[in-house]
């Protein structure tokens, strides 16, 4: 049985010879297998793909695919399925904030259980270490796009998973550019174990991602996983309409009945600059989906190979 571990790298070049050590320990404890450790170097500025180059001289199970700039992780994934060849695919993060040890009960669970399960992925049971405010609005995330998403996003759910040749296949057949990977793991289905862990830190290095990146990545979860945004405007729109035409009722009644002259500058501004906001609101959510939209319609390629090795004749 070939294993195939996709590792997207992004200048991390303090962690990949320790993660390539505890890895190798790792998988060479796992009785009748082989594997491969496809490192996908996303652009990075470092020295990181200087080191994949000596892993893979030294190692022809070390291959490595580098992009010719940043695309991001979700990019790298895509790109590191579509170079697997295992029976038997995981994803791991370099920077070791996904134990190795947990490929051992990973693949336990999915080759002991009768074909049970197609996918064991980790979960991350406490968020400590993260700030409290980033903890909040992530919890925020998902209770909120849970509630407005056919397909369940976790909360904790790491990328860190072992997954069946076939669930691999079916994630490759997705042919989206704003890839949204917590939703695609969930949108293919088969059956998932989670499996909990801790949170763990990282090995060395700071994370890539910074609040604003986080907030912008949450708005692609929600565009690619609900179109419930868009029918938030329709609603409101309906609903502020049926209050103006009540609004406009009482006023005759006044003027007619009572005589009174409408007054009011103060309440006027009031509801004029809220719909204003509101029709704002409204038509930054249709640009959000349109832009998206708009960006899948050119078909450009998720992502641009400048260099492989060790895929065999494939290799550029
Ligand atoms: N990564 C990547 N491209 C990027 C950003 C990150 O390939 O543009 C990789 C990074 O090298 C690491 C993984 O994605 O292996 C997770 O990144 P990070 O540790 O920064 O995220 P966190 O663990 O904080 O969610
Ligand atoms: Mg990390």
Redesign the pocket.
């Known amino acids: 049985m070939l294993i195939s571990i996709v ?6 070049e303090p ?1 990949i010879r320790e993660f390539r050590r505890q890895t190798s320990a790792v998988l060479e404890q796992i009785p009748d297998s082989s594997y491969e450790l496809i490192f ?5 500025a470092d020295g ?1 793909r200087k080191i994949l180059q000596e892993l893979a001289e030294e190692d022809r199970r070390v291959k490595y695919i580098s992009f010719s700039r ?8 895509i790109a590191g399925f579509e170079h697997t060849a295992g029976d038997l695919v995981a994803v ?4 070791l ?1 996904d134990p190795p040890e947990m490929l051992l009960e990973m693949y336990r669970i999915l080759t002991e259980g009768d074909g049970a399960y197609d996918c064991v992925a980790a979960r991350r049971t406490s968020r400590e270490g993260e700030p409290v405010i980033r903890s909040f609005f992530a919890r925020s995330f998902y209770k909120l796009i849970n509630k407005i998403s056919k397909t369940p996003i976790v909360d904790g759910a ?2 860190f998973r072992l997954m069946t040749r076939q669930m691999v296949d079916a994630i490759i057949s997705l042919p989206e550019y704003n890839r949204f990977s917590k939703g695609l793991f969930q949108w293919v289905g088969f059956n998932t174990y989670w499996l909990p862990y801790k949170n763990v830190e ?1 090995y060395a ?5 910074s609040f604003s990146k986080l907030f912008l990545y949450s708005i692609d979860g929600f565009v690619a996983f609900s179109t419930v945004p868009l029918a938030i405007a329709s609603v409101l729109g309906v609903v502020i309409s049926f209050v103006a035409f009540l609004m406009g009722i009482y006023y005759i009644l006044q003027k007619l009945i009572y005589g009174n002259p409408v007054a009011g500058y103060a309440s006027l501004m009031v509801v004029t600059l809220m719909l204003g906001g509101i029709q704002l609101l409204a038509i930054g959510v249709l640009g959000q989906y349109l832009s998206k939209t708009y960006l899948e319609v050119k078909g450009r390629p998720r992502y641009v190979v400048k260099e492989t090795k060790n895929f065999g004749d494939k290799d550029i």
């Open positions: 590792v997207p790298v992004y200048n991390e962690n996908v170097d996303d652009g990075s990181s940043n695309f991001g992780k979700e990019a790298a994934m791991m993060d370099v920077d904030q790491r990328d990282r290095g700071t994370t890539k991602w």
